[in-house]
C-alpha cells in the first residue's frame, strides 16, 4: 500500500495510527472528525479537514486515497465501516506497527490497529476491525472476531476463541481452549479460565462474573 491515508478519528488513537503509517513510509492525507470545533485545527501538522462523512474528501477513498478509523467506541466505529463499504466500496487498511511481529502463517482481516510489540503467532486469526495494544499477544491458533478491543499487555492463549466485539483490558490471560461470547467484557488484570458467556463482564484472577 502506498497510497496516502484518510483517517477517521482526531484523536489519540488516530494519533498511534498516525505513528504508525508514518514509521511505514505512507503519508497521512488528512483527519475526518465529526467534532466541528477540531475543523480545521491541525494534530501532529496533520490538518483535520472536515466530517466522517464529507463527500469531498470520501470520493478521493478507493481511488487515491485509503482509508483508516481510529475510532474505539464500536457502535460509532460500525457506522464509520458502515459507510465506507456502502458509499466506497471499500475496507479499511490495517495500520500495523513495524515493531509487530505476524507470523507468516497467521491470518489478518482488514482494517486492525495494532500496535508496537504485538504478536500474532502462527496459525491465529484476527478478523477486522480489531485494535490490539501495545504488547498484546495473539497466541498460536487462537481466533478474535470482528470489533474486539485487546488491552496493552493482554495474553490470548493457544487455541482460545474471542467473538465479536469483546472487550480485554490490560493485562488479562486467557488460558488456551477457553471461549468468549459476543460482547463479553473482560477486566484488565483478570485471569480467565473458564468460558464466558455473551454480554457478560468478568473480573478478577480467576475471572468470575460480576454486574456490569
Do not use: W
Request: glycine content about 12%; aromatic content about 6%.
Amino acid at each position: 500500500m502506498k497510497n496516502p491515508v484518510i483517517i477517521f478519528g482526531a484523536n489519540n488513537l488516530g494519533r498511534a495510527a498516525r505513528d504508525i503509517f508514518e514509521s511505514n513510509d505512507i503519508v497521512i492525507y488528512c483527519f475526518l472528525d465529526d467534532d466541528k470545533s477540531l475543523h480545521g485545527t491541525e494534530m501532529d501538522e496533520i490538518s483535520v479537514l472536515g466530517k466522517t462523512d464529507d463527500d469531498g474528501y470520501l470520493k478521493l477513498i478507493g481511488k487515491k486515497c485509503e482509508a483508516f478509523v481510529a475510532v474505539d467506541e464500536n457502535k460509532y466505529r460500525k457506522g464509520i465501516v458502515k459507510m465506507l463499504n456502502e458509499r466506497r466500496k471499500v475496507m479499511p487498511v490495517n495500520a500495523v506497527h513495524r515493531a509487530a511481529v505476524i507470523a507468516e502463517t497467521a491470518h489478518i482481516g482488514h482494517g486492525n490497529f495494532v500496535n508496537m510489540g504485538v504478536k500474532i503467532a502462527n496459525n491465529a486469526k484476527v478478523s477486522n476491525h480489531c485494535i490490539l495494544h501495545t504488547n498484546a499477544v495473539i497466541d498460536y491458533s487462537a481466533e478474535i472476531g470482528d470489533f474486539v478491543q485487546v488491552g496493552a499487555g493482554s495474553v490470548v492463549n493457544s487455541g482460545a476463541v474471542v467473538e465479536d466485539e469483546v472487550f480485554i483490558g490490560s493485562g488479562v490471560t486467557i488460558v488456551g481452549g477457553v471461549k468468549i461470547g459476543k460482547g463479553a467484557r473482560i477486566g484488565a488484570g483478570s485471569v480467565v479460565i473458564k468460558d464466558v458467556e455473551a454480554g457478560e463482564t468478568v473480573f478478577g484472577n480467576p475471572a468470575m462474573p460480576v454486574e456490569a
